[in-house]
């Protein structure tokens, strides 16, 4: 580790990788994360069109990706009593390998150490660009200097602190992973009142599948874990053997307010700069576009870099304010009725085999 760089990246997610990968060519970067890796990321692993498109940048070997590689969507509204099925192809991956892969391709050309917590972060002197940066690796504290800092550190974003006092609403997010013989072939996204406002999901992963939901923070969680799968055990079936339980929590943002993409020569990008679709959770896509739109605006700006920043990350607000407004009609069941019923692209699973 050099007592100098141009960037350091905190969190080495999806976001923080992507943008050590498209950085780390013009600059001399320092990427930390305070997990060991591989690590276990609680995830259901699926990529949206908008992830299918910024991954064609790199390459990824086929070990990342599950079986079946491509999803469609089946919404079971136990509210309504309603079972539709359409055609999504989500891309279907192993989140843990994803990561691991991401985090090889970017790491070779830049300074990485894991085990390396973010602690805090002091302007130099006037007169002198840049950050003292303190971090922590195996209980020992150093400073090192620093252009810019990039927080990619996820829900519990300690760089975001530096950035903002603006809070985030979280969710807890818990799953169940199930081995053995299943018949599931399609993304189950799950609604019901009783188990939670925003929804459930059952994911096959090869041999294995997850079932898990979202919760509010301060609920039951685990009395309503076992409501949903009361509920959905016709698809979890008999056969499957319960080998593994896995937790975190989920930014779920009310406003757009909430999103804070940096100040000053600080960036926010992912989960930490509050860029989580508030109606799928789908935070891989808006990591992988917002972590290269950081790399882009820090190499290439005319002017400010982080107004060149929020310039290119505009489109993906704007795209969140519309997932706000499709949260709303999802969480409640008459808007959602309405929805289900109205959509005109979704057809009955018996009508599309």
């Not at 910024?54 to 509210?79: N, Q, R």
């Not at 406002?197 to 979202?214: L, R, T």
């Amino acid at each position: 580790m050099s007592s100098r760089y141009d960037a350091i990246i905190v969190g080495a997610g999806p976001g923080g990788c992507f943008t050590a990968n498209f950085l780390k060519t013009d600059f001399n970067v320092l990427m930390v994360d305070s997990a060991a890796f591989p690590r276990n990321k609680p995830c259901g692993g699926l990529l949206t069109e908008e992830s299918k498109d910024i991954i064609k940048k790199i390459k990824l070997p086929d070990s990342v990706f599950s079986t079946p590689e491509y999803l469609d969507i089946t919404y079971m509204d136990f509210d309504n009593d309603v079972d539709i099925r359409e055609k999504k192809n989500y891309l279907n991956v192993d989140r843990n390998a994803f990561d691991f892969e991401l985090l090889n391709l970017s790491k070779n050309g830049i300074d990485f150490s894991s085990n390396t917590r973010f602690l805090d972060a002091e302007k130099m002197n006037e007169g002198t660009e840049g950050y003292k940066v303190i971090l922590e690796k195996n209980g020992k504290k150093m400073v090192v200097e620093s252009g810019f800092i990039i927080g990619a550190d996820g829900a519990l974003s300690a760089v975001r602190k530096k950035a903002t006092s603006t809070k985030v609403n979280k969710l807890i997010a818990m799953q169940e992973w199930f081995s053995g013989n299943h018949n599931i072939e399609t993304f189950y996204f799950i609604f019901s009142k009783d188990v939670t406002d925003y929804y459930s999901w059952i994911i096959p992963k090869g041999n294995s599948f997850v079932c898990g939901a979202a919760f509010p923070v301060g609920t039951d969680v685990l009395t309503r874990f076992r409501l949903l799968k009361h509920k959905v055990k016709d698809i979890l079936g008999d056969g499957a053997g319960f080998y593994k339980k896995e937790a975190c929590l989920l930014t779920k943002i009310k406003s757009t307010k909430e999103i804070c993409l940096g100040v000053n020569n600080i960036f926010l990008v992912g989960e930490a700069a509050g860029l989580v679709s508030p109606s799928t959770g789908d935070g891989i896509s808006f990591a992988l576009r917002s972590g290269f739109n950081c790399a882009q605006a820090i190499k290439n700006a005319t002017y400010v870099p982080l107004e060149s920043y929020k310039e290119l990350c505009s489109p993906l607000v704007r795209e969140i304010g519309q997932k706000l407004k499709k949260a709303k009609v999802l969480s409640d069941p008459a808007l959602r009725a309405k929805f289900l019923g109205n959509h005109t692209k979704l057809v009955m699973p018996s009508d599309s085999e």
